[in-house]
């Protein structure tokens, strides 16, 4: 989910801040926000057609990568975080 790899991320030098609506827990050292649509802070989501082609492009490019990834990496590497950071970078 997204608060295990939040919390994976979640280290000394890194800064994390994230926009919630609500802040379903509290994780110590994230900086988490409340969304309030009241002063203008709040979370739209809208995607035309380009936009899902490009959600799609990303998807497919991504799941290529983890396939490769998964026969590529040996047992020594940290597996975790680069898949973690790669679905990360595909859910933005």
């Not at 801040?17 to 379903?24: A, F, G, S």
């Not at 309030?36 to 709040?42: A, E, N």
């Not at 799609?56 to 898949?83: E, M, P, T």
Request: glycine share 8%.
């Amino acid at each position: 989910t997204l608060y295990t790899a939040l919390s994976q991320l979640n280290t000394a030098d890194v800064k994390i801040i994230t926009v919630e609506d609500p802040v379903e827990y509290q994780i110590e050292g994230i900086n988490q926000i409340q969304a309030k649509p009241q002063i203008g802070l709040d979370f739209t989501l809208r995607l035309d057609g380009l936009a899902w082609m490009f959600a799609g492009l990303v998807l497919g490019i991504g799941a290529l990568v983890v396939l490769y990834a998964r026969y590529y990496l040996s047992q020594q590497d940290n597996a975790h975080r680069f898949y973690c950071y790669l679905l990360l970078f595909m859910g933005a």
